[in-house]
């Protein structure tokens, strides 16, 4: 009994509670009124296609709609109320938890106020909905969905397929490891208090990232301009093709990637691995060239590899990397990909790109240092938020069982 016991206890636990948790499948907290059926969205001829999408309405939520415990409604499609209230399943309320269980697995949100009358899931996503809030509360339901144990069991059982998936019947599998109400609610409580956090960390960064965007803009339209230690203006801003101001625009040459080595190696995700020799030293703008990234810009310094699958852009100043990458982001150059079987942009599309610069390495350097500040506090904050969901994590391994 002393073994069970251990074994059905989490690592870390609050004071006062000594109680082993209870381990139920999904099926069974059914069968005993813990929850409803969960239901996920209508398939087959009921399921809505995008031909009855319209620009108001209900939320269809997929699985892509939900993420880091968020329902993203301003990405959601939406359907007439007419359609959604004619369909058989999937209404969702206040008060759900939501589990994505198709294509990407696993992001849990839990349904707060809303403005809709319900909102419709899609065969994508799952509804978990409490019946017998004395036994289990939805909080700490969707706290326990993100803990790592469930996570791995919703792998396993979702992999074998050429798209992660895991059905209705699948997830009545699944086990679910529940204390007594109190422990719920003090677990649920403390791990809300991390999101609180995680959410306002997130919320500065996004505001952050809004507000250098719309500086770029400006700066680089010349609605906002610096101006001389004398108070007078710069000179007129050249406007130049990239190829002609830069010292070379061209694809990596990169290869030997090994687990260990001095060298970072970037590819078109970023770093991908390191290499006992580096190909390139200085400051430089990547490029991701073909693939789900093309378009995607970064910055590389010091001594590196570049691979093939990469644009790499070798400039004649710090500064202008930073002038000419600032530039080459308001371009948004994803839009310049081309290819529907495999996305890409060229180095020719780089180098006839049209870039304004000031013509004086002062103006240069004003520029430059204010938007480095900016990119400082970013870092900052994207540091943080690293380092809270790494706490996070720490917390979910231990505080379930």
């Known amino acids: 009994m002393s073994k069970k016991l251990k074994k059905n206890v989490p690592v870390l636990r609050f004071p006062d509670f000594i109680e082993p948790w209870l381990i139920k499948s999904v099926s069974e907290l059914v069968k005993e009124n813990f929850i409803y059926k969960p239901l996920d969205g209508n398939h087959g001829n009921l399921h809505p296609t995008s031909f009855d999408y319209v620009k108001s309405g209900i939320p269809f939520v997929m699985s892509n709609n939900i993420q880091n415990g968020v329902i993203k409604y301003s990405e959601c499609p939406y359907i007439s109320e007419d359609l959604a209230r004619s369909l058989q399943k999937g ?8 589990l994505t269980h198709k294509g990407t697995v696993g992001e849990v949100a839990i349904v707060g106020p809303t403005p809709f009358p319900f909102i419709m899931l899609t065969p994508q996503v799952t509804y978990y909905r409490v019946k017998n809030l004395k036994l289990l509360s939805n909080l700490f339901l969707a706290s326990f969905f ?14 074998g397929g050429t798209r992660p998936y895991i059905g209705i019947t699948e997830q009545g599998k699944l086990n679910i490891s529940i204390p007594s109400v109190k422990e719920q609610e003090k677990i649920a409580s403390f791990l809300g208090a991390v999101d609180t956090r995680l959410n306002q960390l997130r919320r500065k960064l996004e505001d952050l990232q809004t507000y250098k965007r719309g500086v770029m803009q400006k700066l680089f339209s010349q609605q906002i301009r610096f101006t001389q230690p004398d108070g007078s203006p710069f000179p007129p801003w050249e406007k130049k093709k990239l190829e002609d101001i830069v010292d070379s625009v061209s694809s990596g040459r990169s290869k030997a990637i090994k687990e260990v080595g001095d060298y970072p190696v970037y590819g078109s995700t970023g770093i991908i691995g390191t290499s006992e020799m580096g190909d390139y030293s200085g400051e430089a703008i990547l490029i991701a060239r073909v693939g789900a990234n093309a378009g995607k810009i970064s910055h590389a310094s010091g001594v590196y590899g570049v691979t093939d699958n990469t644009i790499i852009i070798k400039v004649k100043s710090p500064n202008n990397v930073y002038l000419f990458r600032t530039q080459l982001e308001i371009k948004r150059l994803n839009s310049m990909v081309f290819g529907s079987g495999q996305p890409l942009i060229t180095g020719t599309q780089i180098k006839k790109l049209e870039i304004i610069f000031p013509s004086l390495h002062e103006e240069q350097e004003k520029i430059a240092n204010f938007l480095t500040t900016i990119d400082c506090k970013i870092e900052t904050l994207s540091r943080q938020i690293d380092q809270t969901e790494q706490f996070k994590k720490g917390l979910l391994q231990k505080l379930f069982v």
Do not use: H, I, R, Y
Request: glycine fraction near 4%.
């Open 91 to 98: 209404f969702s309320k206040e008060g759900d938890v939501l």
């Open 146 to 159: 993100v803990s790592s144990n469930f996570q791995k069991m919703l792998k396993v059982l979702a992999a």
